[in-house]
């Protein structure tokens, strides 16, 4: 071989490595601490715009990027992390610290959400605690102020997809905790929501969105553990422990004329505990398009609920804008399997549907409640299905 056939070999080799190292050396993830940027652990120095910087750094990114926020307790104001003009679709926000909101819920009364991502594809929010400071907004709700704000959902995502939320804790949010609204593909575990029993409407999780995933999480809260709204499809709870709080629930629905349903629902290895409802169907007493559909309840644990079962399509709080209607919300393919448990009140088991369009294709099979270790009972109005298996109380309309 050639001296020179020998060099040009030698070259190639040397472009081929350098171009290699070059290529995965751009590809490293990058990191923004926020300490490092600026914010001040101490729980009063307010941190929200380095927050903000450090978002805008990670957008701008065209690697992976991770905001880091250490030990400490970071004060934010409401922020809104906005994707639109996001260059990346690999963000995490990784989280040992805690992050609190003011204490004073004046500061951000005027606001939807607390922490908020919209219009982001492919974030992370990894660990850490949100402390919405709540408990004096709730003081105020219950002594019947008219001054109250409603206050600020903890965390919330909109139209976005691929989002992670894996190991945070939520407490004492001022609404709700965890709100999805209008996303595609998201994840939750691990999740742990904390508030107490008499906190009003402070839903653990709020869905209206497609193809939502909620596993190996317990919520503590005043309202719902998780509420299930119009447009929601394909969502999957599994391993959730619920209780204090109104239970899962679909719905309500039917408060608009024209709505989006709800369809293909699995509520699996759930287990309440002390709540007012166990799984629960509701409906708006009133005219709507709307419907609830392919619902499927399995694997239940109930250990003194209220109302174990139930579907009420005569919801009217206040009594105003519904009373004597009837609702348009169409109930079908509901099933309950193997739910076992313990209810509170002699009802375990409560079908109350709607006069206009009564429920049909309703599967019951195996389920076993007893009330004060004797037989439960069961009501039943314009719901049509089947039964199998062993079944206590009975559930003579079906």
């Given at each position: 071989?050639?001296?020179?056939?020998?060099?040009?070999?030698?070259?190639?080799?040397?472009?081929?490595?350098?171009?290699?190292?070059?290529?995965?050396?751009?590809?490293?993830?990058?990191?923004?601490?926020?300490?490092?940027?600026?914010?001040?652990?101490?729980g009063?120095?307010?941190?929200?715009?380095?927050?903000?910087?450090?978002?805008?750094?990670?957008?701008?990114?065209t690697?992976?990027?991770?905001?880091?926020?250490?030990?400490?307790r970071?004060?934010?104001?409401?922020?809104?992390?906005?994707?639109?003009?996001?260059?990346?679709?690999?963000?995490?926000?990784?989280?040992?610290?805690?992050?609190?909101?003011?204490?004073?819920?004046?500061?951000?009364?005027?606001?939807?959400?607390?922490?908020?991502?919209e219009?982001?594809?492919g974030?992370?929010v990894?660990?850490?605690?949100?402390?919405?400071?709540?408990?004096?907004?709730?003081?105020?709700?219950?002594a019947?102020?008219?001054?109250?704000?409603?206050?600020?959902?903890?965390?919330?995502?909109?139209?976005s997809?691929?989002i992670?939320?894996?190991?945070?804790?939520?407490?004492?949010?001022?609404?709700?905790h965890?709100?999805?609204?209008?996303?595609?593909?998201?994840?939750?575990?691990?999740?742990?929501?904390?508030?107490?029993?008499?906190?009003?409407?402070?839903?653990?999780?709020?869905?209206?969105s497609?193809?939502?995933?909620?596993?190996?999480?317990?919520?503590?809260?005043?309202?719902?553990?998780?509420?299930?709204?119009?447009?929601?499809?394909?969502?999957?709870?599994?391993?959730?422990?619920?209780g204090?709080?109104?239970?899962?629930?679909?719905?309500?629905?039917g408060?608009?004329?024209?709505?989006?349903?709800?369809?293909?629902v699995?509520?699996?290895?759930?287990?309440?505990?002390?709540?007012?409802?166990?799984?629960?169907?509701?409906?708006?007493?009133?005219?709507?398009?709307?419907?609830?559909?392919?619902?499927?309840?399995?694997?239940?644990?109930?250990?003194?609920?209220?109302?174990?079962?139930?579907?009420?399509?005569?919801?009217?709080?206040?009594?105003?804008?519904?009373?004597?209607?009837?609702?348009?919300?169409?109930?079908?393919?509901?099933?309950?399997?193997?739910?076992?448990?313990?209810?509170?009140?002699?009802?375990?088991?409560?079908?109350?549907?709607?006069?206009?369009?009564?429920?049909?294709?309703?599967?019951?099979e195996?389920?076993?409640?007893?009330?004060?270790?004797?037989?439960?009972?069961?009501?039943?109005?314009?719901?049509?299905?089947?039964?199998?298996?062993?079944?206590?109380?009975?559930?003579?309309?079906?």
């Amino acid at each position: 071989m050639s001296k020179l056939l020998i060099f040009m070999t030698c070259l190639l080799i040397f472009v081929v490595l350098l171009t290699t190292f070059s290529t995965s050396s751009s590809a490293i993830p990058v990191t923004f601490n926020v300490a490092d940027l600026g914010a001040r652990p101490d729980g009063t120095t307010d941190s929200t715009q380095v927050f903000v910087n450090a978002w805008a750094r990670a957008c701008g990114s065209t690697v992976a990027a991770t905001i880091y926020v250490p030990l400490g307790r970071f004060l934010l104001r409401n922020v809104v992390f906005n994707g639109k003009d996001c260059k990346n679709n690999n963000i995490v926000v990784r989280i040992d610290g805690t992050l609190v909101a003011p204490s004073d819920y004046n500061v951000i009364r005027n606001v939807n959400h607390w922490i908020f991502f919209e219009h982001v594809d492919g974030v992370s929010v990894l660990g850490g605690v949100f402390d919405g400071q709540g408990a004096g907004l709730w003081t105020c709700k219950r002594a019947g102020h008219n001054g109250c704000p409603n206050g600020a959902t903890t965390l919330g995502f909109s139209k976005s997809k691929n989002i992670t939320i894996n190991g945070v804790t939520s407490v004492n949010s001022q609404l709700y905790h965890i709100d999805i609204d209008n996303c595609k593909k998201v994840e939750i575990q691990r999740v742990r929501v904390t508030a107490s029993g008499d906190s009003p409407n402070t839903d653990g999780i709020h869905v209206q969105s497609d193809g939502v995933t909620i596993l190996n999480s317990i919520i503590a809260t005043g309202d719902d553990c998780v509420s299930i709204g119009p447009g929601t499809t394909n969502l999957w709870i599994q391993n959730v422990i619920c209780g204090p709080g109104h239970g899962i629930s679909v719905g309500s629905l039917g408060k608009k004329l024209q709505e989006a349903g709800v369809e293909n629902v699995t509520v699996k290895s759930v287990t309440f505990r002390g709540t007012e409802n166990g799984v629960r169907i509701k409906s708006w007493g009133r005219p709507s398009n709307g419907f609830s559909r392919n619902i499927v309840f399995q694997h239940v644990l109930m250990i003194d609920v209220q109302n174990p079962i139930i579907i009420d399509q005569n919801y009217c709080p206040d009594s105003k804008n519904c009373p004597h209607q009837a609702s348009g919300v169409q109930i079908s393919d509901v099933t309950y399997k193997d739910i076992h448990g313990t209810s509170a009140s002699e009802v375990a088991v409560k079908f109350a549907c709607s006069s206009k369009h009564p429920c049909f294709e309703i599967t019951v099979e195996d389920v076993n409640l007893t009330y004060k270790n004797q037989q439960a009972q069961s009501s039943c109005s314009n719901a049509f299905g089947s039964v199998s298996g062993s079944i206590n109380p009975a559930i003579s309309c079906l």
